[in-house]
């Protein structure tokens, strides 16, 4: 087949679904919370979106750093690590940066993403107030 000759090949981060699509949806999810966050269609209190946004960004980061090392699934497939994917890891890697950078700058400590008992406090909801009173049979 023609996809075969040269230093091309046919395959993609799709046919990786682990260290390819995920990072992948990871990283664009980031991006549009951070988006919608900007533009207050989000409210920055409903979750603790800066903190989301930091373990998604490193998850992702993580994920594509094992496929520039060990490039696993690839065997006789003929995919090979190209330019892509070294732009792929060091978009990344700038994402999980900028999401750190986000989280501390909102308050948080990079020591409290590693405290199980201070992740699950941030989820907890911070409004006191009752939901309002039913209406009226009719």
Excluded at 8 to 22: L, P, Q, R
Excluded at 29 to 45: F, N, P, Y
Excluded at 122 to 129: E, L
Aim: glycine fraction near 14%; charge should be neutral.
């Amino acid at each position: 087949s023609w996809l075969k000759s040269g230093p091309y090949s046919g395959g993609n981060a799709f046919d990786f679904f682990f260290t390819g699509t995920i990072p992948w949806i990871l990283l664009i999810g980031a991006a549009v919370v951070t988006v919608l966050m900007i533009q207050g269609t989000i409210k920055s209190g409903s979750l603790p979106w800066p903190m989301i946004i930091a373990f998604a960004t490193i998850l992702a980061a993580v994920l594509l750093l094992i496929r520039v090392l060990f490039n696993p699934g690839a065997g006789d497939s003929g995919v090979d690590r190209g330019i892509g994917m070294i732009l792929s890891f060091v978009s990344g890697i700038v994402a999980a940066a900028g999401g750190v950078m986000s989280y501390t700058a909102g308050g948080g400590n990079i020591k409290d993403l590693a405290d199980i008992s201070k992740i699950k406090g941030s989820f907890d909801s911070k409004d006191t107030t009752p939901p309002p009173p039913l209406p009226p049979p009719t």
